[in-house]
């Protein structure tokens, strides 16, 4: 950096803006090392001394949440976005500072619309402009996220309700868009999984319909197989554990419908050992009182080890059974 300081100089510059002084803000920025905010701070006055060494005036750029420790050290500040990430009041203490000048400049540019899905992992992840970024940390005021992409040195700066206040650096890379395509896909066959009984198959294969993939998408989209593990892990986390006795309780969604009638019609307690449970709902009543035939039939295979019988009673309405 001295050398470049030097190079100014010689070049017959009056000042400099060093780039990047906000590295802290990402571990991508920050060469891997995790630099910190006194670390940063350390840097920039040091940069503003060797600067000042040279009769070099120096501009901090960017860098609004360190402005109260380093106005002094610096004689301008340069901000690319102010009036549109409403950060221009946060420049006020270098007008306020005697012998001070504050220079922004404006540049217009299109705002990437941004939203949200989740990772593999259930971790949240912004997408903007075709490009997915992870949340690197955050403050009481502002999120900062960086690219997924190792290495690279785009990031994204969101407010504490998640809404856009800048964009900083440019991707090393294209973007991901059939990865993306997969991602969504997947995200909302977990989401059903979890919120549905439907069986995982039939809601890959919906999903996949509705998705209208692009074919690089569809050439990488992981079979139903590959994804059934984790689809029913997720839903495993959220089924209740099945009980070892007879004494248990059964939540809403097993003793209600879809559109919250009762399904569970009678839970009785005989004796301590003998529980009977009834499931119907008050439509297949009346359907099974209207009818002419009747059919019963006892399961033993699929009955609960603290039970000893499951019994279905069929109605034929229609010419099926009911």
């Not at 995982?200 to 692009?214: G, Q, T």
């Not at 119907?280 to 209207?290: N, W, Y």
């Amino acid at each position: 950096m001295r050398a470049r300081l030097d190079l100014a100089k010689t070049k017959g510059c009056d000042g400099v803006e060093p780039d990047n002084v906000d590295a802290y803000t990402s571990d991508n920025n920050g060469g891997g090392f995790s630099l910190t905010y006194n670390d940063q701070i350390k840097y920039n006055i040091w940069m503003a001394n060797e600067s000042h060494a040279r009769d070099l005036s120096v501009g901090l750029k960017n860098d609004v949440e360190q402005i109260k420790d380093l106005v002094y050290y610096f004689d301008w500040a340069l901000n690319e976005q102010c009036w549109q990430y409403n950060e221009c009041d946060t420049l006020q203490p270098f007008i306020q500072a005697e012998a001070f000048v504050t220079l922004t400049v404006e540049i217009q540019a299109k705002s990437p619309a941004i939203s949200f899905i989740n990772s593999n992992k259930g971790k949240p992840l912004l997408v903007a402009d075709e490009y997915t970024f992870k949340l690197n940390k955050a403050t009481t005021t502002t999120k900062y996220w960086i690219c997924t992409i190792n290495g690279c040195a785009a990031k994204v700066h969101t407010d504490s309700t998640n809404l856009l206040m800048k964009t900083v650096g440019n991707h090393s890379h294209l973007p991901e868009k059939e990865k993306l395509e997969v991602r969504e896909v997947r995200e909302k066959i977990k989401q059903r999984a979890i919120n549905e009984t439907i069986p995982i198959p039939r809601i890959y294969d919906e999903e996949c319909a509705k998705a209208m993939l692009s074919t690089t998408a569809i050439a990488i989209l992981p079979s139903e197989r590959e994804m059934n593990s984790g689809i029913n892990k997720a839903r495993r986390a959220i089924t209740p554990i099945i009980p070892t006795t007879q004494v248990f309780d059964i939540p809403e969604s097993f003793s209600k419908t879809l559109n919250k009638n009762d399904f569970l019609i009678t839970d009785k307690m005989i004796t301590r050992r003998q529980r009977i449970l009834l499931f119907s709902t008050s439509e297949q009543l009346k359907m099974l009182f209207a009818a002419e035939t009747v059919f019963m039939d006892g399961t033993f295979s699929t009955c609960p080890s603290m039970f000893d019988q499951v019994y279905t009673i069929h109605a034929i309405k229609y010419d099926q059974c009911e």
